[in-house]
């Protein structure tokens, strides 16, 4: 019997689905006794900590938890669960109490690299756990972070991961274990991790040991175009340039669900849908999509991102709905991180012309309640070709090695809404610019001249975008061989790759775009 410390915030979806798949059962907190009741207890937090302390406080959680811990009863904290265990953290102005059962604080990363640190890294091993038996030394995990904890007492460390820094990931002491990492969304070995958690009887680190692990992980992401098609079935679709209809007929490359666990074994770091029609229905009332997510989420056990229609709507009956509601209800359904489109194009427009933050659009309060981590940008743009920057002075212009149908040798690249049907007076680097301003946490970086055509990826599209934020980018459309992934980490600070086509037709299986790339010694996380 495992009690799952549920606050609120963030997918727990998994970790229940990671327990029973393992055969757990699992007692949901609902008031301060079932801690002090507890045999072991998992604690999955994910989101801002300000918030989470918040909620401890205002639901009396604090005080049986302290007993609890303070009896050194079994206890797992994921990510923010792990941070609550210290004295405090630089995300937290509020000055409620945390727990502070472990002496330190929790710090924001201080780097050149993008922030969030998110991906598959290694962590080396720094004490004999069983937490850790049966889990190979070069495993990687999934982190998901901009925050990381400080302790005082190297006693506790469990392992370091290396970013720009070696910095603690995970700590043990007694029966008090913690991860800065998911093992929920880390495949195998996160399972095999809260597997030896809830099995093993005795949990205490025998002696010290030190085992080094690699760093952090190019990721590939294999991405689900979802729709109804005519004859109204929910169908994995692929366009070109976006036109996904061929013949007339809405292409059907397979089922969602089947898709995506296919994926997952494969390999696959993350998955992600995206309703490309959810711009003209409300998105929950889409339940279809709902469904998807859960029945995904049962099997599959690495990040899953859903995009599609996610902004504020008002119904038939006045009824508004926020994109925060949204967003709520596909967290709840096994989504890790949403991503918006045009809702975004729209929001950064506004912000560029006021140079005011509402505190009211979709990326601001999602991004508050969930984190900056959960919100990813999907940007959809195209080239447009001039004759000279003059032409246009508004926009972030570059020289393309690549001229236009006139030999126009500069270009900027325009951001469309409504899966490409309009464009806007937008470029892409002002747009991701403007939505990490208001607190996104990554950019999915389409392509629609590239999208569907094999011929790799927009490079000089990526180097704009990239080297304008500090947030992960993940290069997106015209995949067509294993090369194009090297191409792009070889000549793109980029940090993930997302490919649809070549994954749907079976061209080019995720195994060997993996293959090739550690080949060329470009760190990629295996499975095999
Ligand atoms: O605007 O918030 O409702 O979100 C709609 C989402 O749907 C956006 O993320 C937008 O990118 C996506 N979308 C809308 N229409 C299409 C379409 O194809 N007609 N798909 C569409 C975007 C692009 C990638 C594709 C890569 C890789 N598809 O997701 O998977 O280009 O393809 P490739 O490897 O085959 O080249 P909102």
Known sequence: MITLLDYGAGNVRSVVNAIEKLGGTIKV???????LDAQKIIFPGVGNYESMIQILNEKNYINPLREYLNADQPFFGICLGM????????????????????????NRFKTKFAVPHIGWNGVNLKKDSPVFKNVKPDTKFYFVHSYHIVPDESSVVLTTTNYDYEFVSSVQKGNIIGTQFHPEKSGNAGIKLLKNFIYQKDLTAKKPIDIKSKGLSKRIIACLDVRTNDQGDLVVTKGDQYDVREKG????????????????????????FLNITGFRDFPLKDMPMIDVLEKTSQNVFVPLT???????????????????????????????????????????????????????????????VYGNQAVVISVDPKRVYVNSPDEAEKHHVIQTQFPGPDNEVYCWY???????????????????????????????????????????????LINIVRNAVSIPVIASSGAGCEDHFAEVFENTPAEAALAAGIFHRREVPIQRVKNYLAKRNIEVRNTI
């Open 306 to 368: 859903i995009g599609g229609g996610i902004r504020d709507y008002t119904d038939s009956n006045g009824k508004t709905y926020t994109a925060l509601d949204v967003a709520s209800q596909y967290f709840r359904s096994g989504a890790d991180k949403i991503s918006i489109g045009s809702d975004a194009v729209y929001i950064a427009e506004d912000y560029l012309k006021t140079g005011k933050k509402s505190g009211k659009s979709s990326i601001e309060q999602i991004s508050k």
């Open 29 to 35: 907190v609902t008031q301060p006794s079932d801690i």
């Open 83 to 106: 941070q609550a265990l210290f004295e405090g953290s630089e995300e937290d102005f509020s000055g409620n109490q945390s727990l502070g059962i472990l002496k330190g604080r929790v």
């Open 249 to 272: 007929d809405v292409r059907n490359l397979g089922k969602p669900v089947e898709l995506a666990k296919r994926y997952y074994e494969e390999g696959a770091d993350e998955i992600t």
């Open 414 to 460: 325009q951001c469309t809404v409504q899966g490409g049907r309009i464009a806007r007076d937008l470029d892409a680097v002002a747009l991701a610019c403007a939505c990490e301003d208001l607190g996104a946490g990554e950019i999915l970086l389409n392509c629609i001249d590239k999208d569907g055509t094999n011929s790799g990826f927009d490079l000089e």
